[in-house]
């Protein structure tokens, strides 16, 4: 490096604008991604009741009433809608990543995203029927 | 501004297994979740099906089963490290830069091993293991 | 009827004069439905503000010089049509998320060292022999790297990309993108040399799958496919036994 690039180098000063903190406020594209990025608390408290759930077996019979309040269907009702959008978006997106070959040609990504919809459909109906099924 | 390379760049296992560990959680999360909320959350207690979690004999009839408690565990456990990965990713875009710091990796990470203890031990004590 | 005119406002930042950049407004004619962002700021520089400083050379969206944000979006100038502003106005901004040089200008040398980092090359072990005559490769072989190969270098990534813009040490998506074409290319054996840099802490697990790169990219690279592809075969690589061999 020559002298005089160095000094131009040395006089020369950036400005660095900040990123702002309500960037994802700023495109819809990014918001939903916030949201994509949330449902995992929905989804955590949701899935600490279900543990809860099979704590309150441990604690005997008389103790047990089944869920039932209002609150719990409309906290569970909005845990279901996060569920979806994360099910959605996780699902859409595995077809991005998995990639592989059958007999040298790549599998299309839209059957791969199939595949994945497919197998939520099954366990769905599966889980489904034993919850259902091995109930009074 | 970075202007010269990095030295000594390594893999980052840690990262590596963490993000391994979020994308199985988070395809054990989409796959089983909703329906579980579905039945057990909205359904059930609304009274519209029969729940197996509904009557404490049949509650802690399948809660015996053994597949059932394998099934339970990979439930729960597997989708909190999705949970805790991406939690603390949120914190981070929500520029919270400490989040890529060690303790906090720590706290959130070993809340879902805190998590997988809980139920491992819960789903040993609750219920008598039956094969009936 | 009267002459069709179209505000531009760009950014003015002259390092020895300002503390900060401004917006400047430009009313400028719009005589012809084909024109583009590129071709108003040219007009300006040439008839009314010969200060007004900016990227560009090629002018048809192949070059990947005039990247710029235009309406708060990253885009190449040369293929930001005015007509799909008209009649609002239309604020050119430097490209986001890098350090501003002048105006409209940004310093890129961040990107050119990681760009430079992921080795983007042909590596071989052993390289042939002249008399072997060139690498062969058959069509399915450069389809399975094609796509990331069109990449432009134009930028436009790293502007969109909102991990980058909160931790400039991330790899970014045309670094990634541009490592995978090359661990793809079936003549190429460097993935094994690349790994330190692709799986450091801030390479491929810093990106969390927004997404907003593969929207912006002009050139439908998709770096964000590359990041998540690269994410999997890392993590498999090291997962299977005997995974991490060449």
């Known amino acids: 490096m020559t002298a005089e690039a160095d000094t131009a180098h040395a006089r020369t000063r950036t400005y660095k604008p900040a990123m702002p903190a309500g960037w994802w406020l700023r495109k819809r594209h990014y918001f939903l991604y916030m949201v994509r990025e949330f449902t995992a608390l929905p989804l955590a408290l949701w899935l600490l009741w279900l543990l809860f759930e099979i704590y309150r077996a441990g604690r005997g019979a008389s103790h047990f009433y089944a869920p039932s309040s209002t609150p719990f269907v409309i906290f569970s009702v909005i845990c279901l809608l996060f569920a979806l959008y994360h099910s959605f978006t996780f699902l859409r997106l595995a077809g991005v990543i998995l990639h592989f070959k059958v007999m040298d040609k790549p599998v299309p990504s839209a059957l791969i995203v199939a595949s994945q919809f497919g197998a939520w459909l099954v366990a769905s109906i599966v889980i489904g029927a034993v919850l259902i099924g091995f109930g009074r | 501004m970075s202007a010269e390379p990095k030295a000594a760049q390594k893999p980052a296992l840690a990262h590596l297994f963490w993000w391994f560990m979020f994308s199985q959680g988070g395809l054990f999360a989409a796959v089983l979740i909703p329906v579980h909320i579905l039945v057990q959350g909205v359904l059930g207690p609304l009274g519209i099906v029969r729940v197996v979690d509904r009557h404490y004999d049949t509650w802690i009839s399948i809660l015996g089963n053994p597949i059932v408690k394998l099934y339970l565990l990979a439930l729960i456990s597997l989708p909190f490290f999705h949970f805790a990965h991406r939690l603390r990713y949120l914190l981070v875009d929500l520029g919270v830069s400490a989040a890529k710091s060690t303790p906090v990796q720590v706290v959130f990470y070993g809340g879902a091993v805190v998590v997988t203890l809980v139920t491992i031990w819960l789903l040993l004590t609750v219920a008598p293991l039956s094969l009936g | 009827m009267a002459d069709k005119r179209i505000t531009i406002r760009a950014t003015r930042f002259d390092p020895d004069k300002d503390t900060a950049p401004r917006l400047q407004s430009y009313d400028i ?203 999997l075969d890392t993590s498999v690589r090291f997962i299977l036994p005997y995974g991490n061999r060449e």
């Open chain 3, 29 to 231: 004619p719009f005589p012809d439905e084909s024109m583009v962002v590129l071709d108003a700021l040219n007009y300006i520089k040439s008839h009314v503000d010969g200060s007004l400083s900016y990227r560009w050379s090629c002018r048809m969206g192949i070059c990947g010089s005039c990247g710029m944000t235009v309406n708060g979006t990253p885009k190449l100038t040369c293929s930001a049509f005015l007509r799909d502003y008209w009649p609002g106005a239309v604020t050119v901004t430097p490209l986001n998320n890098f350090p501003i040089i002048r105006d409209l200008v940004v310093d890129m040398e961040d990107f050119m060292q990681k760009l430079k980092s992921i080795k983007p090359w042909i590596i071989r072990r052993q390289e042939l022999p002249l008399g072997a005559g060139e690498h062969r490769q058959t069509m399915d072989q450069i389809a399975d790297f094609r796509q990331f190969s069109q990449c432009i270098n134009c930028m436009l990534c790293y502007a969109a990309c909102p991990v980058y813009g909160l931790d400039n040490e991330f790899l970014g998506p045309a670094a990634i993108a541009l490592a995978r074409r090359y661990n793809l290319d079936s003549r190429d054996q460097g993935t094994k040399i690349r790994l330190p840099v692709i799986a450091h802490s801030d390479g491929v697990w810093e990106c969390s799958f927004v997404g907003e790169c593969s929207v912006v990219c002009p050139k439908g690279v998709d770096p964000a496919k590359a990041i998540q592809q690269t994410k």
